[in-house]
């Protein structure tokens, strides 16, 4: 959930404040903001860089919501427009028909003063705006859209421990999600020394809870796995240095390292993950931090797919459900983009 070009340059200079979702319509089954859920009404919007972006990815994978929910990838680098879609051809996305996300935001609110942010998404129709409250989106893809969803599909939310699993996501967010950005964009050593004590105690804390367990609620994969999934694949690539949170790596933490590799190593979570995009978007767009815009060469990325051993631990990553099925061809990340 990233900001203007502008405001990037400014991180470093001000104090760090997450902005709200501004725009917090809910798509639902029974359409009671007047969104209903609908195969291929509505197109996501996402950046493979973004972290809040890469949950909506991982969850419209595992769920197998590829076929009714359409998906559009920025370009990790912005210009003063935000989020745009180079990547695409003419520049424009094949869908919507617009050069910049802020397109769609304009044609829901004209004059909107906040910045534009991932994920979105886009009622395609009217090219507007629906949301991009990326905390409640994959909450209601789990809920609300499972009527849509493939058979096998996982409970990523599931009723009898969504107390357990939303506070569990409350410290992580809180301390971890939010916490790194705290840390990279402090002004001052008092409010970075803060963030990131805080940061490395709330890692502490999971890596003592998960020792002896394979997800962090219950015995499946739930929403809150991948909430802390997104910072971690991104920990050693990006806010180890970039953000000065270094009081150690996630490689060095045997127990977080091995949960990360189960994690990126099961269909749904590492084919979403485009490595290139993340550096590409963290070291060039954030000149707040990074003024010389210098993309490091490093870390080495083999280690990724080597052994984690998390299965002694038993669980079932799907439950009583299936793996997805295949990256849809023109959704694969580029092989040069992960190990």
């Not at 291929?40 to 590829?66: H, Q, T």
């Not at 998404?121 to 493939?150: C, F, H, I, M």
């Not at 004590?197 to 991948?226: K, M, N, P, Q």
Request: with cysteine; aromatic share 10%.
């Amino acid at each position: 959930m990233t900001q203007s070009t502008d405001g990037n340059s400014e991180y470093g200079r001000k104090p760090f404040k997450r902005s709200r979702s501004h725009f917090a319509d809910r798509i639902t089954a029974d359409g009671r903001d007047g969104w209903p859920v609908e195969v291929g009404r509505y197109r996501l919007v996402a950046s493979r860089a973004c972290p809040w972006a890469s949950r909506a990815l991982i969850s419209r994978r595992l769920l197998g919501l590829e076929d009714a929910l359409s998906l559009a990838v920025t370009d990790p680098i912005q210009d003063d427009r935000s989020w745009r879609f180079t990547l695409d051809p003419g520049d424009r996305d094949p869908v919507l028909g617009i050069r910049f996300l802020s397109e769609a935001y304009d044609a829901r609110e004209q004059g909107y003063p906040g910045g534009v942010s991932v994920p979105a998404v886009v009622d395609v129709p009217s090219g507007k705006l629906v949301t991009n409250d990326y905390q409640q989106l994959t909450l209601d893809l789990a809920t609300e859209w499972t009527a849509l969803q493939r058979p096998g599909a996982p409970d990523l939310y599931p009723e009898a421990l969504r107390e357990e699993i939303d506070d569990v996501m409350t410290g992580v967010y809180r301390d971890v999600n939010n916490g790194v950005y705290r840390a990279g964009f402090a002004t001052g050593q008092s409010e970075y020394e803060e963030a990131c004590r805080a940061l490395f105690h709330r890692l502490e804390l999971l890596s003592d809870r998960l020792a002896h367990r394979r997800y962090l609620v219950g015995d499946t994969l739930t929403e809150a796995d991948i909430r802390l999934f997104t910072t971690l694949v991104r920990f050693d690539a990006v806010y180890h240095g970039h953000f000065k949170c270094n009081l150690f790596k996630l490689a060095e933490d045997p127990v977080l390292w091995a949960y990360a590799k189960d994690l990126y190593q099961t269909p749904g979570f590492g084919d979403t993950v485009d490595f290139r995009h993340i550096k590409e978007h963290y070291y060039r767009v954030h000149t707040g931090v990074n003024p010389a815009g210098i993309v490091p060469i490093g870390p080495e990325l083999g280690g990724w797919l080597t052994p984690h051993y998390r299965e002694e631990l038993g669980g079932r990553p799907f439950g009583d459900g299936t793996p997805p099925g295949p990256v849809p061809a023109a959704e694969e990340v580029p092989a040069s983009h992960h190990p």
